[in-house]
Nanobody, 119 residues
Framework: QVQLVESGGGLVQPEGSLRLSCAAS????????MGWYRQAPGKQRELVAV???????NYADSVKGRFTISRDNAKNTVYLQMNSLKPEDTAVYYC?????????????WGQGTQVTVSS
């Protein structure tokens, strides 16, 4: 059974920092692309950051220079370090894992963790 369990969300003031973690089980972690998505109220879910390997990352323009995604394959965990947080970063953040098998994409999702940026 595949499980992605997020942690680290919470309430933070503008310009503050948070570190999200996502612990994966039930998948060969190192073979999966790992990512973070977010969904704000009334908006569609959007990609925040994705990491293929230690040096291959991609970020949404809105978080470049502020957020850093990393992974620890030994711990089956992916992280999202969020600095200089803004109120518009408020959303539920979801961990995602995907890979391709015979050309078909398989996605797995965590339950989400709330991040609220407010003074």
């Amino acid at each position: 059974q595949v499980q992605l369990v997020e942690s680290g969300g919470g309430l933070v003031q503008p310009e503050g920092s948070l570190r999200l973690s996502c612990a994966a089980s039930g998948i060969p972690f190192s073979m999966f692309v790992m990512g973070w998505y977010r969904q704000a109220p009334g908006k569609q879910r959007e990609l925040v950051a994705v990491i293929v390997s230690g040096d291959s990352t991609n970020y949404a323009d809105s978080v470049k220079g502020r957020f850093t995604i990393s992974r620890d394959n030994a711990k089956n965990t992916v992280y999202l370090q969020m600095n200089s947080l803004k109120p518009e970063d408020t959303a539920v953040y979801y961990c995602n894992a995907y890979n391709f098998v015979f050309g078909k994409r398989y996605d797995y999702w965590g339950q989400g963790t709330q991040v609220t940026v407010s003074s």
